[in-house]
């Protein structure tokens, strides 16, 4: 059973940073992605930043190219997001997901097909 631990959320104030983790445990096969999902009060669920296990790849929404970075330490099976250059509009619960056998972009979007996910950790950004 793959169980994922998200924290690191908190408050920021705009234009300040904020890193997010998300232990992974029970995740054994190869092929899996895993991503990060936000979604704020009366929105929908939205993807912003995922990794493909297979070759490696990241992928982020339009909204935050640039000031966010996903990045992986696989001796501690934990994938960070580093959030820079915080807005209000990032406001919202940060949500870990993994996607088992996933190997494309749809990690970013298709949060339907994700088996797995951890429990959110709240991001407010103050302006």
């Known amino acids: 059973e793959v169980q994922l631990q998200a924290s690191g959320g908190g408050l920021a104030q705009a234009g300040g940073s904020l890193r997010l983790s998300c232990a992974a445990s029970?995740?054994?096969?190869?092929?899996?992605?895993i991503g990060w999902f936000r979604q704020a009060p009366g929105k929908e669920r939205e993807g912003v930043s995922c990794?493909?296990?297979?070759?490696?790849?990241?992928y982020y929404a339009d909204s935050v190219k640039g000031r966010f970075t996903f990045s992986t330490d696989n001796a501690k099976n934990t994938v960070y997001l580093q959030m820079n250059s915080l807005k209000p509009e990032d406001t919202a619960v940060y949500y870990c997901?993994?996607?088992?056998?996933?190997?494309?972009?749809?990690?970013?979007?298709?949060?339907?097909?994700?088996?797995?996910w951890g429990k959110g950790t709240q991001v407010t950004v103050s302006s």
């Open positions: 990794f493909t296990n297979r070759d490696g790849r990241k």
């Open positions: 029970g995740l054994t096969e190869d092929d899996y992605a």
């Open positions: 997901a993994v996607e088992r056998g996933g190997w494309s972009s749809s990690c970013l979007w298709d949060y339907y097909a994700m088996n797995y």
